[in-house]
């Protein structure tokens, strides 16, 4: 490693990286896509991303594995969430073969910038496409870009696995039949005013109810929500509004085939915690985030613990921390080597 980087200190914050990749759509086809110094878009002021909010991201991670290789983690699935998010805004798609392609390319072009393993951080990439090109009317950009980059982003818990508290707020995340299941800027501008609030009250974000009826959650903060019943059931919203998380699908299939629970994608009503025995947000950024408590109202639920982790979210945790690093087999398909 020649970078000077205090591995052990790192954050979720941006560092510029040496290369990132480029993309340029322009009558009616991609070009080949260059790896590029310059960390700065430079861009039309009639673009459609600047004015109409048309462009979407991604989110996914490198690991350095145990035995020393780089894995990327199921970035087949962010490519199908990305094409997804763009046929939602009328935007050209990225190809599967494309856009993992362009994330192995800045991957290997900033190892410098990969954690160590053991260190646990990893390497944060953020694929994005923007509507660019002279334009002012509302309509579908003449133009699009396509870029990745990479940061260096460290352990997302530094105490370690530790509860955090939630507050229901009466704002929307997204409409209905909206954009909530796309991966677009304006569902994260539209969560800014609420998180603020939460935080402002001492919890650590907001939780979503559903935008027709109000009675479900949906999401946490920018995460997704999972709780464990009673009975050790795996239990997660389901609904046309919510973000597709990839993290929830890998725990949905790991809570089945490695812990033997039973998994369900169903309603989950504000006014019935007392169901569910633990509860958790997971994301790309945490993964997992337990959640000790849940403020509605005036009441104050409590789930497992507010300062321990349940034990079933625990493995959950370990069970997927341990694939992503290497330390435990992975099904099929699911990490892709950097070679």
């Known amino acids: 490693m020649?970078?000077?980087?205090?591995?052990?200190?790192?954050?979720?914050?941006?560092?510029?990286?040496?290369?990132?990749y480029r993309s340029h759509w322009k009558d009616g086809e991609w070009d080949a896509g260059v790896l590029t110094e310059d960390n700065?878009?430079?861009?039309s002021e009639g673009s459609t991303a600047l004015h109409y909010g048309q462009q979407c991201f991604e989110g996914?991670?490198?690991?350095?594995?145990?035995?020393?290789?780089?894995?990327?983690?199921?970035?087949?699935?962010?490519a199908a969430r990305m094409q997804a998010s763009?046929?939602?805004?009328l935007m050209p798609t990225i190809s599967t073969e494309q856009f993992i392609a362009a994330c192995v390319q800045v991957v290997k072009a900033n190892l410098d910038y990969l954690p160590p393993y053991g260190t646990g951080g990893a390497l944060y990439l953020r694929p994005y496409m923007i509507g660019v090109g002279d334009n002012l009317g509302v309509r579908t950009a003449?133009?699009?870009l396509f870029s990745v980059f990479c940061v260096p982003v460290g352990a997302y818990f530094k105490g370690g696995l530790t509860p955090a508290n939630f507050?229901?707020?009466?704002?929307?995340?997204?409409?209905?039949?909206?954009?909530?299941?796309?991966?677009?800027?304006?569902?994260?501008?539209?969560?800014?005013?609420?998180?603020?609030?939460?935080?402002?009250?001492?919890?650590?974000?907001?939780?979503?109810?559903?935008?027709?009826?109000?009675?479900?959650?949906?999401?946490?903060?920018?995460?997704?929500?999972?709780?464990?019943?009673?009975?050790?059931?795996?239990?997660?919203?389901?609904?046309?509004?919510?973000?597709?998380?990839?993290?929830?699908?890998?725990?949905?299939?790991?809570?089945?085939?490695?812990?033997g629970l039973e998994v369900e994608e169903g309603d989950i009503y504000i006014d019935?915690?007392?169901?569910?025995?633990?509860?958790?947000?997971?994301?790309?950024?945490?993964?997992?985030?337990?959640?000790?408590?849940?403020?509605?109202g005036d009441h104050f639920h409590v789930f497992y613990s507010e300062t321990e982790v349940g034990p079933v979210t625990r493995r959950l945790y370990d069970e997927l921390i341990g694939i992503q690093f290497g330390d435990i087999a992975a099904p099929e398909g699911w990490l892709v080597r950097v070679e």
């Not at 700065?40 to 861009?43: E, M, S, Y």
């Not at 763009?86 to 805004?89: A, G, K, N, T």
């Not at 909530?180 to 939460?198: D, E, M, Q, R, T």
């Not at 509860?279 to 509605?296: D, E, F, H, R, W």
């Open 2 to 20: 020649s970078k000077n980087i205090d591995w052990q200190n790192l954050g979720f914050s941006y560092i510029k990286t040496d290369l990132r």
């Open 40 to 43: 700065c878009v430079h861009i």
């Open 60 to 78: 996914l991670k490198a690991y350095r594995q145990r035995d020393g290789s780089v894995a990327l983690f199921r970035p087949d699935q962010n």
């Open 86 to 89: 763009c046929e939602r805004l």
């Open 142 to 144: 003449p133009e699009f």
């Open 167 to 259: 507050i229901v707020s009466p704002y929307d995340r997204a409409a209905p039949h909206g954009t909530g299941a796309a991966k677009v800027g304006g569902n994260y501008a539209a969560s800014l005013l609420p998180g603020h609030l939460a935080k402002e009250r001492g919890f650590a974000d907001a939780i979503y109810l559903d935008p027709q009826t109000h009675t479900k959650i949906e999401e946490v903060g920018a995460a997704n929500f999972f709780a464990i019943t009673q009975d050790d059931r795996f239990v997660t919203p389901q609904s046309p509004s919510i973000l597709p998380s990839i993290t929830k699908f890998s725990l949905l299939q790991l809570a089945r085939e490695r812990l």
């Open 272 to 296: 019935q915690l007392d169901r569910y025995k633990e509860a958790g947000a997971c994301g790309t950024a945490a993964v997992i985030t337990p959640i000790g408590g849940i403020q509605y």
